[in-house]
């Protein structure tokens, strides 16, 4: 096929006929742990509100593969190592409320580009690996960076699963989760140590450039489409997962750039997300309701499934809280205001 003056060719058997071959096998099954690791992190990095700091790690880890490629080393050892020490310095200088967050982060972000790009003039001879680090290549994934790739996707995935309940009272109460014992500070750089390691096994594959796109997009798509945080996790690895491996499939059948195809899949599912989503339904959430937002019933809910469970409120009757009736409290309504009302529905 011919679009204007580019040729495009598409072969959709092409994948299944190279899926016999070994490197297309590890492709295959790096294609699927990327997507889960990142996507489970991601949700994590997008609640917590730490997006610009995973694009500094992403280019820090860029600065120790052009290093590790300039040495003649095993780059995802080095690149890990850049990522982590970036990682804990930016979170002790946030801890210690040195200065501003954007301002470290910042800083870092253009340090670490500058340093990749002097390692890179430094190289004697320009190595072909500088452009699958930038912009990636699952096809080519080395035997060790492959088994690498496994036993840290394994080890991100326990961990996460281990902390997620710490994670997630941190992620929206720190003061309360601190007071009610849980090791926030160590929590927090664990955390951070395991955000610098997923991006330190995506970045062979993905590419230096669009690795933080994969985990931040899947969250964000998913997030748009659910207000329940499992839910949320779920459907975060769908989306992680069908992006990396239908992109790996695009990428062969139409002999595209790995990276750039998956990143592109996972953008295109964030804008159907967005556009479907039935939080663009919701009218008004009742904070942001003229009589919720004055007049809301101070009463706790208790009802585990209740959409509302943010806000305190009551319910008009236990079956209808899916429609979203709550119960106004009439002595501070003006008068003939309704004593309940609905929102539109989630």
């Known amino acids: 096929m011919k679009l204007f003056s580019i040729e495009i060719t598409f072969n959709p058997n092409a994948f299944w006929q190279y899926l016999q071959y ?16 990142c996507a489970l992190i991601g949700s994590f990095v997008l609640l917590r509100g730490m997006v610009f700091l995973g694009e500094a790690i ?5 600065a120790g593969a052009a290093l590790a490629i300039l040495l003649g080393w095993d780059p995802l050892l080095v690149i890990m190592l850049f990522s982590v020490l970036s990682s804990i310095s930016i979170g002790y200088v ?34 072909t690996d500088v452009p699958s680090i930038l912009f990636g ?23 996460i699963f281990a902390i997620k309940k710490e994670l997630y009272f941190m992620t929206f109460d720190e003061e309360s989760a601190k007071i009610s014992g849980i090791p926030v500070r160590l929590l927090t750089y664990v955390f951070l140590i395991l955000v610098s390691m997923t991006i330190s096994v995506s970045l062979k594959a993905i590419g230096a450039i669009l690795v933080f796109a994969m985990i931040i997009t899947p969250a964000a798509a998913a997030y748009q489409l659910t207000f329940r945080f499992n839910r949320l996790l779920l459907l975060a690895g769908f989306f992680g997962v069908f992006s990396t491996v239908g ?18 899949l996972i953008t295109l599912i964030f804008l159907i997300s ?14 942001e309701c003229p009589f919720c937002g004055k007049f809301i019933d101070e009463g706790a809910c208790d009802d585990p499934d209740c959409l509302q469970s943010d806000t305190p409120h009551s319910h008009v009757s236990h079956d209808d809280h899916r429609r979203g009736d709550i119960v106004i409290d009439k002595r501070k309504l003006p008068e003939k205001a309704p004593s309940t009302h609905k929102h539109e529905e989630y």
């Open 22 to 37: 070994d490197f297309m096998q590890k492709a295959l099954v790096a294609a699927i742990l990327i997507g889960i690791i």
């Open 58 to 62: 992403a280019h820090s880890a860029f």
């Open 94 to 127: 946030n801890e210690k409320r040195i200065m501003k967050d954007e301002i470290i982060i910042g800083v870092t972000f253009s340090f670490f580009m500058a340093l990749a790009i002097l390692f890179i003039s430094l190289m004697p001879v320009y190595s």
């Open 137 to 159: 290549n699952i096809l080519i994934i080395s035997p060790s960076t492959f088994t690498l790739l496994i036993v840290f996707s394994l080890l991100i995935i326990i961990v």
């Open 247 to 264: 992109g790996l499939y695009l990428s062969v059948a139409f002999d595209l750039p790995s990276g750039s195809t998956i990143v592109t």
């Open 274 to 287: 967005f556009f479907i989503s039935p939080k663009r339904r919701v009218a008004q959430l009742p904070t």
